[in-house]
């Protein structure tokens, strides 16, 4: 089968029924796209091969008349698509316009052929300073096809500006011109300007070009976009719930200012006012520079140079290519420095010959001086850093190369002292919960709503967390307790509401401290949707809330009303924090390698801390003297600096189409009958129970209503779905998740993925995800399906009915997940039962001692019978079943029948902890009966 058969929008011969505009072509119906980006691309192509057709020999059956009327058509639904980009743009549109009215179809198709291929290669990011200055608009067709990957990487980067005034078309051409004027050789990137006049249009433009990297915002516009497309009108529904239309008009330019702040923080914006410039400097609108009624391009061309120039250094990297350029001697231990131990081989060459030698030119360490020191940084590292913070919205952020398996550790052992209480999701990374032992901390261990029917969970309902929280205030324990640790989002893509939640806890502890496991989440700031569910945004937006008047004065309303509540009313009742008393206290955790660009192991830890200066630097610093190695791989320092640039220039660009792809991908496998058959791309209503969804989300896309909206959700809902991971159900194939992982997957068609539950596989988009790979995916499934429907033609009635027990097995008999049991009183001494925290780390060593322990075969029912005659069964390890990977029991934990009948049913063949010729080691009864651990707190 065909790409093209498979219903992917753009790519779909069906279902091109017109709606906004009527397009009796095959470039999809507007209802058809996620994106404008995706239907800006099918139309061109589309435009192209009409084009062909025109003056194509084998096309003369070919009623021209017809055929120019849907070109004419066409050209006409790109101009308020064209409007907001600068190629080909309004220009480009015009040019062709007039080709197509002198008749001349040849050189109509000549220029339509070379742009479109020009914006689909990307080349013209490359020529269009030279193609725009250029009068007849040319650019050298063998040139543009011969452009190779060195050309790519040599030419000048190229962006977009945005203007934001209203002006008439002579005036935007000579505005354009002036500052193409400005340019030199010697500039380090080319831009060309793209100018909208409304207030409305200037937002849309920055959320669909992704090229714009600076706004000018002068002071005459209006407000309201002409362009009602609906496509279009989707970006200003995803700005949020501001109410803007009331504007001041006044205050156009200012508000414009701090919106495109809010969506896009990573842009450069200037403005250009004729108010007193003290009114708009002392309104903290985040312009890089406001500037005075003034037109003084070489100003602001210097100006817009120098803001990308900022976000394009890296001082890590570029000190480190310097470094490997430099001639030394090594008299120091590494030999692979400088490639030396391979050159001089006769045995392992092939490895400077596979890796080429920068690698090794770039080899270094810390104490054989001439870079900085990971461990003590104070030259590029130390600047790398402070511009990761900028680019990640942190007060300070720490390089780690050691995974976020590290950062958690850090983290975990800068915050926690011995004997603190710790509120942890159970399903959260193995390395909290060794970060805990480590830390000594008593555990408090939070149950994520389980997802049964798939063997999954989800995450830990904001009720729960309050729950234990007011336990432990009624126990008078709230002083003990020092972390929240959740996980941000979960491998599946659950998505906590996090300023709803940290409000929430400050308002019953004020001085939490949270830890937000964002390995998953880095990308999640360079889209506007995704970055309100982040914890160092959602730090900024609370710290800024803090110090509100109008909020303080909520504040006391709401103290006023909620003073008598019980714990049951406080439970319902959506909390306030004191502003007076509440700390920001946020640490972010992620591995940069697993959604950015950074090699194996680069991960960030993000701090903002309103009390780390006073009360963690020290401490985090003995905690990264810990955990880090002393001989940091400079690399992956490198590919972090690296991968800071990227998404500062083109963060917004690569979630945008990562989403893009993944939205693609849900609606090709939804609508297309032969799929649906055996698979279900689990959706919003599958993964997030309705309670915790009070907009209503039930899917981003269904088969009635086309796209939803997700903004609502995003911005209200207890939890959201990251739509760029998609989890398929499989048990109606008749597969587990794991055999459809390794054995169709994998083995037949050569596809990675690497989680599954026992009827599901997780397929994860990343920014490297391009629509191609997702056709790709999309003919496997086709082909499988196709092979499943031939073989239940030919089975037997005997392997139907085999088949059909399977699948019901997968599909309906699925084991009930258990929660937490809980910590066996040795483990809790003093300790009475309103509160359930646990002294893991007791248990863990405890276990050391070999004459503690004894073991249990899993398979014989043994370990019910104790059950049954009444022994309690205490595990002294972590039992880590994978999948689903986060353990089933932790050392200390009471084993109850249904974590059995749970490991049983789990059917998988590993489990870590678990040593199936030995059984699952448990404490004995007598060293049970000993004192307890440790004196009662
Ligand atoms: C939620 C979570 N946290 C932390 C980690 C560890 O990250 P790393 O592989 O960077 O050490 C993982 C790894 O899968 C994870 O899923």
Redesign the pocket.
């Known amino acids: 089968m065909s790409t093209s058969e498979v219903n992917l929008p753009g790519t779909s011969k069906a279902g091109a029924a017109a709606s906004t505009v009527s397009l009796s072509t095959n470039a999809g119906s507007l209802s058809d796209y996620y994106s404008a980006s995706q239907l800006r691309n099918d139309r061109w192509t589309r435009l192209k091969s009409l084009a062909a057709q025109l003056v194509g020999s084998s096309y003369a059956h070919v009623d021209k008349a017809q055929l120019l009327g849907e070109i004419d058509e066409l050209l006409g639904s790109l101009e308020p698509i064209e409007a907001y980009w600068a190629f080909p743009g309004r220009r480009g549109l015009a040019e062709l316009h007039e080709l197509l009215k002198r008749d001349d179809h040849h050189d109509f198709t000549r220029v339509l052929t070379r742009m479109v291929r020009a914006l689909q290669s990307g080349a013209y990011r490359r020529r269009l300073g030279e193609f725009v200055a250029d009068a007849d608009h040319e650019m050298e067709e063998e040139h543009d096809l011969a452009e190779s990957q060195e050309d790519r990487a040599h030419a000048r980067p190229f962006f977009e500006v945005l203007i934001v005034d209203e002006l008439s078309q002579g005036q935007q051409d000579a505005q354009c011109n002036a500052l193409r004027e400005q340019r030199q050789g010697d500039d380090p990137f080319v831009y060309e300007p793209v100018i909208v006049g409304t207030f409305e249009d200037a937002l849309i433009c920055i959320l669909f070009n992704h090229s714009v990297q600076s706004v000018v915002v002068r002071h005459d516009f209006g407000f309201a976009s002409t362009n009602r497309m609906e496509i279009m009108q989707r970006y200003l529904r995803r700005v949020g719930n501001e109410d803007l239309a009331a504007m001041d008009p006044e205050n156009y330019g200012p508000e414009l200012c701090r919106l495109i702040r809010k969506i896009r923080p990573e842009l450069d914006v200037f403005m250009v006012t004729d108010r007193s410039v003290e009114d708009i400097a002392g309104r903290d609108l985040g312009c890089a520079r406001v500037f005075y009624n003034q037109n003084d391009f070489t100003e602001l061309h210097l100006n817009i140079l120098r803001g990308v120039d900022a976000r394009y250094n890296t001082p890590f990297f570029n000190a480190l290519k310097a470094y490997s350029k430099q001639p030394t001697g090594v008299f120091h231990a590494m030999p692979i420095s400088r490639g030396k131990s391979l050159i001089r081989s006769n045995w392992i060459r092939d490895m400077a010959d596979f890796y080429g030698m920068n690698i090794f030119m770039a080899e270094t360490s810390a104490t054989s001086g001439g870079l900085d020191s990971l461990l003590e940084p104070i030259g590029p590292i130390k600047v790398a850093q402070e511009l990761a913070a900028r680019a990640f919205g942190a007060k300070q952020t720490f390089f780690?190369t050691?995974?976020?398996?590290?950062?958690?550790k850090i983290v975990v052992q800068a915050v926690v002292r011995p004997g603190d209480i710790v509120l942890v999701d159970r399903d959260?990374?193995?390395?909290?919960h060794y970060g805990m032992v480590l830390a000594g901390a008593n555990v408090v261990y939070l149950d994520s709503y389980p997802i049964s029917k798939y063997s999954m969970y989800g995450a830990v309902p904001l009720r729960e967390i309050k729950h234990q929280l007011l336990k432990l205030k009624a126990a008078g324990k709230l002083h003990r307790v020092r972390m929240l640790l959740l996980?941000n989002c979960?491998?599946d893509g659950i998505i906590y509401n996090v300023e709803r939640v940290m409000e929430e806890c400050l308002a019953i502890k004020p001085d939490l401290v949270f830890l937000w496991?964002e390995?998953?989440f880095a990308f999640a700031r360079f889209s506007p949707t995704y970055r309100q569910r982040t914890a160092m945004s959602t730090a900024e937006t609370l710290r800024e809330r803090f110090k509100d008047r109008g909020y303080a004065e909520r504040y006391a309303r709401h103290a006023a009303e909620i003073a008598d509540y019980s714990d049951e009313q406080l439970l319902e009742t959506r909390l306030l924090p004191n502003p007076k008393q509440a700390r920001v206290r946020a640490y972010a955790?992620q591995?940069t390698?697993?959604t950015l660009t950074s090699l194996?192991?680069g991960?960030m830890i993000h701090v903002h801390d309103q009390d780390f200066r006073g009360e963690v630097e020290q401490a985090f610093h003995e905690a990264y003297m810990t955990h880090t190695s002393t001989s940091p791989n400079y690399q992956i320092i490198a590919s972090l600096d690296v991968g800071r640039r990227q998404v500062e220039l083109e963060g917004f660009e690569f979630v945008q189409k990562q989403v893009e792809a993944a939205m693609s991908m849900r609606k090709a496998i939804d609508s297309h009958p032969l799929l649906r058959k055996y698979f279900q791309v689990l959706s919003v209503g599958d993964l997030i129970p309705p309670q915790h969804r009070l907009s209503g989300m039930e899917a981003y896309w269904d088969i009635e209503a086309g796209w939803n909206d997700n903004w609502q959700a995003f911005a209200n809902d207890e939890f959201a779905l990251d739509a760029s991971r998609l989890t398929l159900a499989v048990g109606n194939a008749g597969y587990d998740g794991d055999t459809f992982k390794n054995e169709v997957l994998m083995n037949k068609h050569g596809i990675q993925i690497n989680k599954t539950s026992r009827n599901t596989v997780l397929f994860m988009t990343n920014i490297g995800t391009t629509r191609s790979s997702v056709a790709y995916l999309i003919e496997v499934l086709v082909k499988v399906a196709q092979d499943l429907d031939s073989q239940i033609e030919d089975a037997s009635g005997m392997e139907k009915k085999a088949m059909q027990r399977r699948i019901k097995s997968l599909v309906e008999d699925y084991p009930p997940l258990p929660d937490f049991s809980r910590f066996h009183d040795h483990f809790r001494p003093g300790i009475e039962h309103r509160t359930t925290e646990g002294d893991i780390r007791s248990a863990f060593f405890m276990a050391y001692d070999e004459d503690n322990c004894e073991y249990f075969p899993l398979e014989d029912g043994s370990m019910e019978a104790a059950l049954d005659a009444g022994r309690e069964l205490v595990s002294t390890a972590f039992i880590i079943p994978y999948p689903p990977?986060f353990p089933i029991l932790v050392p200390g934990q009471v084993i109850s029948k249904e974590i059995l009948h749970f490991m049983r049913a789990l059917d998988v063949k590993e489990i870590h902890g678990y040593r199936p010729e030995l059984g699952l080691r448990v404490f004995t009864e007598e060293s049970l009966a000993g004192a307890p651990t440790q004196p009662a707190l």
């Open positions: 780690a050691n995974g976020t398996s590290t950062c958690n959260c990374h193995k390395s909290h996980t979960t491998f496991d390995a998953w955790t591995s390698h697993k194996r192991q991960s990977g």
